[in-house]
């Protein structure tokens, strides 16, 4: 079985500072990695996803992650966050030969001006 | 609009009564998921469907929940005898063939039970 960890529920940034989300996963499998945004009373957004090769991964909106084997990461990062990046981020994986998501517990990320 | 589709958005009922939420995928999309979150948790997931069939319940609570996704029309997931602890929002999800793909998610069905 997988599991995420998100390790912060919340994260404070100023308006055009940099930001960082941290996941870490277990799984006894290859798995593909993926980051989701929620905004108040929505669905999930899709920003990028891993599923093999380089280790870092482009998404919209400006946002990035590294996937990391060794260390079982994949974090996201935006060098510099607006406040329309408020919402919540919520880090998942699937087995690559599977269909359904782990989540993580999500981050809500508070962009204050 | 080309988006997963869920309806309705809010759904209220009484302890005991029926809850019936819909859900038609992405055109061109044969594959369907459902997840719950519940407050202040993340989306866990419940049960994975194709056109008639139920590929993966494992998250499928074992009494009064059920779900299908027939030939013609969208999924349905269907609460029986409804509780206050069924009160979550409910999220489906539809992707295309391979596990590659990633899944869309729709802006779920906010259920309250009063």
């Known amino acids: 079985a997988q599991s995420v960890t998100q390790l912060d529920s919340q994260v404070p940034v100023f308006e055009e500072a940099p930001v960082e989300l941290r996941c870490n996963y277990s799984?006894?499998?290859?798995?593909?990695l993926f980051w989701y945004v929620q905004y108040p009373n929505q669905g999930l957004q899709l920003l990028l996803k891993?599923?093999?090769?380089?280790?870092l991964v482009k998404g919209i909106n400006g946002f990035e992650a590294e996937f990391n084997k060794s260390q079982t990461s994949f974090h996201l990062r935006k060098p510099s966050v607006h406040i329309s990046d408020t919402a919540e981020y919520f880090c998942?994986?699937?087995?690559?030969?599977?269909?359904?998501?782990?989540f993580g517990g999500g981050t809500r990320v508070l962009v204050k001006p | 609009n080309a988006g997963v589709m869920q309806n309705p958005r809010h759904l209220v009922r009484r302890r005991g009564q029926e809850a019936r939420l819909r859900c038609s995928p992405m055109?061109?999309?044969?594959?369907v998921y459902w997840y719950r979150q519940l407050p202040e948790e993340g989306l866990k997931f419940m049960v994975y469907?194709?056109?008639?069939?139920?590929?993966?319940e494992s998250g499928m609570p074992k009494e009064r929940f059920s779900a299908e996704f027939p030939k013609e029309g969208p999924s349905i997931l269907r609460i029986q005898q409804v509780v206050r602890g069924d009160s979550a929002a409910y999220f489906c999800?539809?992707?295309?063939?391979?596990?590659?793909?990633?899944?869309?998610f729709g802006d779920g069905t906010r259920l309250s039970i009063l």
């Open positions: 999800a539809s992707s295309n063939i391979g596990t590659e793909q990633p899944q869309h």
């Open positions: 799984s006894s499998v290859s798995v593909y």
């Open positions: 891993y599923l093999s090769g380089s280790t």
């Open positions: 998942a994986v699937t087995k690559a030969a599977g269909n359904k998501l782990t």
């Open positions: 055109k061109g999309h044969s594959h």
């Open positions: 469907l194709q056109k008639e069939n139920i590929i993966d």
